[in-house]
């Protein structure tokens, strides 16, 4: 975890002013991870709109320009043009936010004559340092990360690539790529259930670079996993081949409110998992990626999450979940195959992320602690 | 034979036995007198000069009066017969020649109308017409049940082969039939007739009912002639007569009203079992004559074919063929047919202006009545729901395929088909818009009407639409509403031409592929279920061919992406094609609006 963070890099250019400080708090580094077309690009731009719309007490704000601009873009793509934040087509700057919120934790006073710990709220602060890399990058079929075509069907990718980006399928964008993700304190690994169905390829994208990651990483030093948190999110659960799956196998939770959005508890995030598959052609690679998932990564340092970038659709009259036409995207045409990925796919009603912010706030209370 | 063997007044020859007669009656003082007509030819005296000079006067004067009379009997001048005259009449003379003429007409005779008339249907009648050129025969008959009454001339027998002797020569010869001094001894032309008429009966008057009418009532060997044959025939009918019977003839017989009641053969589908069935459009009924006219509505039964037998028939059982043309009806709407009664039998038909008589012959229509009519024989009501949306291109060709079948409907069918034209834009993604009417069309009308409303359906605007779905439902919700109410034998055809499935009215259908909602939440199935209820054909046809079978492969384990939407099974259930390879010929055949080019024709018009 030596890799220079990008607000160091940030920090490097900016003058000298006022009297020494101290040393700043090491970040703690988060990175995102996944298969392409597994949402990478929306769960970033959704980020922002969790936060501020999700009944979390916390704020999210960039640490550089293209930090800022990228949740300013993303935010007005998905909440005003109900569009969907276009494909990641070549490796980005490293993105770093800042997730201000606050935390109840038993507190030691400094002072004082009983310094035993209370439980008081504390603000933190945590900066997420993310890489949103193209998803073929993580493949470990070299055709995958030296072509990255563009997919289809209903997913919007962040791993078309056009083949021509300088440093986009090279050599050393990879190896910048699993720097990055060994250097990180947590990852979010994306998985795509919808993606999965039809192309069987998330053990391929995860086996290599976990391989590559524990090449440099080493290990925890409680277990001989590696260090990392993992929260390991199932994403599109908004997508009625998810969502019909778990609401027939009993995952869903019940609204709290007549408002609110269906969820999927994450203490059963796991079984649902596991459960996803069963009786498909899938079920075995998935049960190959839990094994390796379990065999990498320890179980305390591993949560799951079912989570949906934009949310189910709300009749703007009802305002409220209605089972019967839930779906928020509308899938396009022109006719022909010109259409790209983001222009494809429209979105509804309003963008209401569900369990975005959630993973990213376990890891962020957890990585460091 | 000189002049003495003759009576000087009436020129019959003498009879021989008359010298004889003349000394008896010498003998008993007496006069002897011309048999025929009353002269007297000699007395018990002997006249002097002055006496002869007086009776030269007075042959003189009974000759003259003698041919007068003869004369007013043959016409209403003598100037025709002044060459035959014995004298130059006053006009007094003239006058009371023709005054003793009609004075000595006989009673009217009951006209041969009415003869006919007294027959029984389908009875013949020998006619006897004693006419100015001679005898004729002909022979007619009571009113038949279908076909025309005519008559026919059976002999012609000219009066110099009746009577030899007569002259050659027309005014002299009817100046000697009524009577001029012809020298033929009226025993001997009373002999001669009634051989020639007995030689007649034997050959056309036996065991039929025959009339004899005289053109030349009053005249003597006329009057011989109809005297022979009521003495042969006892139960001879005896008519007024006319100076041409055949023109007489001809009048009467066209004059008859008909005995039973004509119509026009049409066909329609019986009510109940729906077989095919001829029916009779009444035209005429019985006791119609000439002059009257009569029309009925008709349709052209559907297809290529030009020509349409039209039969009038008898209101029988079963009914008789009066008269069978072939015609070219117009297209579409129900075509008029008007008919003239000419006569017994005898029909013009005024429309369709043009006629054949080739039409097949009776039986041979019967024969090609089918069980049951075809789909395209009813009168038809068809909504085409058409997607405006989609590729430009695409779109295009669905309206033209749609234009194309409204013309060809327009030229086949008229007004007997009612067409509506629906057509649905995309509905808008934004939820504020999502009430935002979809569908637009027009009502059930004639092909052209609906030609017009489809070429004022709105294009929709550019720019992406929806890749899974349209609103299909909406408009056939529309169509079920348009195709509603009581069928009345009428065909309903829902023809869908679209590219994209309907929303699903709730939920989202494939879950692999999902698709929004209806927004106003109408269920396709339910206006589906409408449809056929209502009895409602169901035809698509598609933007792209339904998938054919792998072998051995089931179509659902084929790639997803291609997997055809079950909706189009359904929409699509009595025949789907698809967008490449339907022309509008081709759709109207298997929309049943057209027969198809290997149906036999049907033989009659359709009942409107």
Same mark, same amino acid.
């Given at each position: 975890?030596?890799?220079?963070?990008?607000?160091?890099?940030?920090?490097?250019?900016?003058?000298?002013?006022?009297?020494?400080?101290?040393?700043?708090?090491?970040?703690?580094?988060?990175?995102?991870?996944?298969?392409?077309?597994?949402?990478?690009?929306?769960?970033?731009?959704? +980020?922002?709109?969790?936060?501020?719309?999700?009944?979390?007490?916390?704020?999210?704000?960039?640490?550089?320009?293209?930090?800022?601009?990228?949740?300013?873009?993303?935010?007005?793509?998905?909440?005003?043009?109900?569009?969907?934040?276009?494909?990641?087509?070549?490796?980005?700057?490293?993105?770093?936010?800042?997730?201000?919120?606050?935390?109840?934790?038993?507190?030691?006073?400094?002072?004082?004559?009983?310094?035993?710990?209370?439980?008081?709220?504390?603000?933190?602060?945590?900066?997420?340092?993310?890489?949103?890399?193209?998803?073929?990058?993580?493949?470990?079929?070299?055709?995958?990360?030296?072509? !990255?075509?563009?997919?289809?069907?209903?997913?919007?990718?962040?791993?078309?690539?056009?083949?021509?980006?300088?440093?986009?399928?090279?050599?050393?964008?990879?190896?910048?790529? &699993? !720097?990055?993700?060994?250097?990180?304190?947590?990852?979010?690994?994306?998985?795509?259930?919808?993606?999965?169905?039809?192309?069987?390829?998330?053990?391929?994208?995860?086996?290599?670079?976990?391989?590559?990651?524990?090449?440099?990483?080493?290990?925890?030093?409680? *277990?001989?996993?590696?260090?990392?948190?993992?929260?390991?999110?199932?994403?599109?659960?908004?997508?009625?081949?998810?969502?019909?799956?778990?609401?027939?196998?009993?995952?869903?939770?019940?609204?709290?409110?007549?408002?609110?959005?269906?969820?999927? *508890?994450?203490?059963?995030?796991?079984?649902?998992?596991?459960?996803?598959?069963?009786?498909?052609?899938?079920?075995?690679?998935?049960?190959?990626?839990?094994?390796?998932?379990?065999?990498?990564?320890?179980?305390?340092?591993?949560?799951?999450?079912?989570?949906?970038?934009?949310?189910?659709?709300?009749?703007?009259?009802?305002?409220?979940?209605?089972?019967?036409?839930?779906?928020?995207?509308?899938?396009?045409?022109?006719?022909?195959?010109?259409?790209?990925?983001?222009?494809?796919?429209?979105?509804?009603?309003?963008?209401?992320?569900?369990? &975005?912010?959630?993973?990213?706030?376990?890891? #962020?209370?957890?990585?460091?602690? | 034979?000189?002049?003495?063997? @003759?009576?000087?007044?009436?020129?019959?020859?003498?009879?021989?036995?008359?010298?004889?007669?003349?000394?008896?009656? #010498?003998?008993?003082?007496?006069?002897?007198?011309?048999?025929?007509?009353?002269?007297?030819?000699?007395?018990?005296?002997?006249?002097?000069?002055?006496?002869?000079?007086?009776?030269?006067?007075?042959?003189?004067?009974?000759?003259?009066?003698?041919? $007068?009379?003869?004369?007013?009997?043959?016409?209403?001048?003598?100037?025709?017969?002044?060459?035959?005259?014995?004298?130059?009449?006053?006009? #007094?003379?003239?006058?009371?020649?023709? @005054?003793?003429?009609?004075?000595?007409?006989?009673?009217?005779?009951?006209?041969?109308?009415?003869?006919?008339?007294?027959?029984?249907?389908?009875?013949?009648?020998?006619?006897?017409? &004693?006419?100015?050129?001679?005898?004729?025969?002909?022979?007619?008959?009571?009113?038949?049940?279908?076909?025309?009454?005519?008559?026919?001339?059976?002999?012609?027998?000219?009066?110099?082969?009746?009577?030899?002797?007569?002259?050659?020569?027309?005014?002299?010869?009817?100046?000697?039939?009524?009577?001029?001094?012809? %020298?033929?001894?009226?025993?001997?032309?009373?002999?001669?007739?009634?051989?020639?008429?007995?030689?007649?009966?034997?050959?056309?008057?036996?065991?039929?009912?025959?009339?004899?009418?005289?053109?030349?009532?009053?005249?003597?060997?006329?009057?011989?002639?109809?005297?022979?044959?009521?003495?042969?025939?006892? *139960?001879?009918?005896?008519?007024?007569?006319?100076?041409?019977?055949?023109?007489?003839?001809?009048?009467?017989?066209?004059?008859?009203?008909?005995?039973?009641?004509?119509?026009?053969?049409?066909? !329609?589908?019986?009510?109940? *079992?729906?077989?095919?069935?001829?029916?009779?459009?009444?035209?005429?009924?019985?006791?119609?004559?000439? %002059?009257?006219?009569?029309?009925?509505?008709?349709?052209?039964?559907?297809?290529?074919?030009?020509?349409?037998?039209?039969? &009038?028939?008898?209101?029988?059982?079963?009914?008789?063929?009066?008269?069978?043309?072939?015609? !070219?009806?117009?297209?579409?709407?129900?075509?008029?047919?008007?008919?003239? $009664?000419?006569?017994?039998?005898?029909? @013009?038909?005024?429309?369709?202006?043009?006629?054949?008589?080739?039409?097949?012959?009776?039986?041979?229509?019967?024969?090609?009545?089918? @069980?049951?009519?075809?789909?395209?024989?009813?009168?038809?009501?068809?909504?085409?729901?058409?997607?405006?949306?989609?590729?430009?291109?695409?779109?295009?060709?669905?309206?033209?395929?749609?234009?194309?079948?409204?013309?060809? $409907?327009?030229?086949?069918?008229?007004?007997?088909?009612?067409?509506?034209?629906?057509?649905?834009?995309?509905?808008?993604?934004?939820?504020?818009?999502?009430?935002?009417?979809?569908?637009?069309?027009?009502?059930?009308?004639?092909?052209?009407?609906?030609?017009?409303?489809?070429?004022?359906?709105?294009?929709?605007?550019?720019?992406?639409?929806?890749?899974?779905?349209?609103?299909?439902?909406?408009?056939?919700?529309?169509?079920?509403?348009?195709?509603?109410?009581?069928?009345?034998?009428?065909?309903?055809?829902?023809?869908?031409?679209?590219?994209?499935?309907?929303?699903?009215?709730?939920?989202?259908?494939?879950?692999?592929?999902?698709?929004?909602?209806?927004?106003?939440?109408?269920?396709?199935?339910?206006?589906?279920?409408?449809?056929?209820?209502?009895?409602?054909?169901?035809?698509?046809?598609?933007?792209?061919?339904?998938?054919?079978?792998?072998?051995?492969?089931?179509?659902?384990?084929?790639?997803?992406?291609?997997?055809?939407?079950?909706?189009?099974?359904? +929409?699509?259930?009595?025949?789907?094609?698809?967008?490449?390879?339907?022309?509008?010929?081709?759709?109207?055949?298997?929309? /049943?609006?057209?027969?198809? /080019?290997?149906?036999?024709?049907?033989?009659?018009?359709?009942?409107?």
């Amino acid at each position: 975890m030596t890799e220079p963070s990008p607000t160091e890099e940030a920090r490097t250019g900016e003058p000298a002013a006022g009297p020494p400080q101290p040393p700043p708090p090491q970040p703690r580094r988060i990175g995102l991870w996944g298969a392409p077309t597994c949402g990478k690009t929306t769960f970033l731009a959704a +980020l922002r709109i969790a936060a501020e719309e999700g009944g979390h007490d916390v704020r999210l704000v960039g640490c550089n320009r293209a930090s800022t601009e990228f949740l300013a873009d993303t935010t007005r793509q998905l909440k005003i043009e109900r569009r969907f934040v276009p494909a990641t087509r070549e490796l980005p700057p490293n993105l770093a936010w800042q997730l201000h919120g606050t935390q109840i934790k038993k507190v030691r006073p400094e002072t004082g004559r009983l310094r035993f710990k209370r439980r008081r709220p504390v603000p933190y602060t945590v900066t997420l340092d993310m890489m949103d890399a193209p998803g073929g990058m993580f493949s470990s079929r070299p055709e995958d990360r030296a072509a !990255r075509e563009p997919s289809s069907g209903l997913r919007f990718s962040s791993s078309a690539g056009d083949g021509e980006s300088g440093d986009g399928g090279g050599g050393d964008a990879e190896e910048r790529l &699993v !720097r990055h993700l060994a250097g990180c304190d947590g990852l979010l690994f994306l998985f795509d259930p919808t993606r999965e169905r039809e192309m069987n390829d998330a053990y391929a994208f995860f086996q290599r670079t976990v391989l590559q990651i524990s090449e440099l990483a080493g290990t925890s030093g409680v *277990d001989h996993k590696l260090p990392h948190h993992l929260a390991v999110c199932i994403t599109k659960f908004d997508h009625p081949e998810v969502y019909e799956r778990a609401v027939r196998l009993g995952y869903v939770t019940p609204p709290a409110s007549i408002f609110g959005m269906p969820r999927v *508890d994450e203490t059963r995030a796991l079984e649902f998992f596991e459960d996803l598959y069963r009786g498909t052609h899938a079920h075995d690679p998935v049960n190959s990626l839990l094994r390796g998932i379990r065999s990498h990564f320890g179980e305390a340092r591993t949560r799951y999450f079912v989570t949906s970038a934009i949310g189910f659709y709300r009749d703007p009259v009802e305002n409220r979940f209605q089972p019967e036409d839930y779906l928020n995207i509308a899938e396009q045409s022109d006719g022909g195959d010109g259409l790209a990925g983001e222009d494809r796919f429209r979105i509804r009603g309003d963008v209401a992320p569900i369990n &975005v912010l959630e993973p990213v706030m376990w890891l #962020a209370g957890n990585v460091g602690a | 034979m000189n002049s003495a063997d @003759r009576c000087p007044l009436c020129e019959v020859p003498l009879d021989p036995a008359g010298g004889w007669a003349a000394v008896e009656a #010498a003998a008993m003082r007496q006069d002897v007198r011309c048999a025929a007509c009353g002269w007297t030819l000699a007395g018990p005296w002997r006249p002097g000069r002055a006496e002869r000079a007086a009776a030269e006067a007075a042959l003189s004067a009974a000759r003259l009066e003698f041919d $007068l009379r003869a004369a007013a009997r043959a016409g209403d001048d003598w100037l025709p017969y002044a060459a035959h005259l014995r004298g130059r009449p006053t006009e #007094a003379q003239w006058q009371e020649a023709r @005054r003793e003429a009609a004075a000595r007409r006989e009673a009217a005779r009951p006209p041969l109308g009415a003869v006919l008339d007294a027959l029984g249907p389908g009875r013949a009648l020998v006619v006897v017409a &004693v006419e100015d050129a001679g005898v004729r025969l002909f022979v007619t008959g009571g009113v038949p049940a279908a076909g025309p009454l005519g008559f026919r001339e059976l002999a012609a027998v000219p009066w110099p082969a009746l009577l030899p002797g007569l002259p050659e020569d027309a005014a002299h010869r009817r100046f000697q039939l009524a009577g001029g001094p012809s %020298g033929i001894d009226p025993a001997w032309a009373d002999a001669t007739i009634g051989g020639a008429a007995g030689d007649l009966v034997r050959r056309y008057c036996t065991s039929v009912d025959t009339a004899v009418m005289s053109a030349m009532p009053g005249m003597p060997f006329p009057d011989a002639v109809v005297r022979a044959f009521t003495d042969l025939l006892p *139960d001879v009918r005896i008519a007024a007569g006319a100076p041409d019977a055949a023109a007489l003839l001809e009048r009467i017989v066209a004059e008859r009203p008909i005995a039973l009641s004509y119509g026009l053969a049409a066909l !329609r589908s019986r009510p109940g *079992d729906g077989t095919a069935e001829v029916v009779r459009l009444p035209l005429f009924p019985a006791g119609s004559r000439a %002059g009257d006219e009569a029309q009925v509505r008709v349709r052209r039964p559907p297809g290529p074919g030009e020509q349409t037998a039209l039969a &009038v028939v008898t209101w029988d059982d079963p009914p008789e063929p009066v008269r069978i043309v072939s015609a !070219r009806m117009p297209r579409g709407a129900a075509g008029l047919v008007r008919v003239a $009664l000419d006569g017994p039998g005898r029909l @013009r038909f005024l429309e369709p202006d043009t006629v054949t008589d080739d039409a097949p012959a009776w039986p041979d229509l019967l024969r090609r009545v089918p @069980r049951r009519l075809p789909a395209t024989a009813f009168a038809t009501e068809l909504v085409c729901v058409v997607e405006l949306g989609g590729r430009a291109e695409t779109a295009r060709r669905r309206r033209d395929l749609v234009a194309d079948l409204l013309e060809l $409907l327009g030229d086949e069918l008229g007004g007997t088909a009612r067409v509506a034209v629906v057509g649905h834009l995309d509905h808008p993604i934004h939820p504020k818009y999502k009430n935002r009417d979809v569908v637009s069309g027009g009502p059930l009308q004639p092909p052209d009407d609906a030609a017009r409303t489809l070429a004022d359906l709105p294009s929709p605007p550019s720019g992406p639409f929806g890749a899974r779905a349209a609103p299909l439902e909406d408009s056939l919700d529309r169509a079920a509403a348009l195709l509603n109410g009581p069928r009345d034998g009428r065909a309903r055809i829902l023809l869908t031409v679209a590219g994209r499935p309907p929303h699903p009215g709730s939920g989202h259908g494939d879950v692999i592929r999902p698709v929004e909602p209806c927004p106003h939440r109408l269920n396709w199935r339910q206006s589906v279920a409408q449809l056929e209820a209502a009895g409602v054909r169901l035809v698509a046809v598609t933007d792209e061919p339904a998938p054919k079978d792998v072998p051995g492969q089931a179509v659902p384990q084929q790639d997803a992406r291609r997997r055809d939407a079950p909706e189009w099974a359904v +929409l699509g259930a009595a025949h789907r094609t698809d967008l490449g390879s339907a022309d509008a010929a081709g759709l109207a055949k298997v929309l /049943g609006v057209l027969p198809d /080019g290997d149906a036999p024709p049907l033989p009659f018009p359709l009942v409107p």
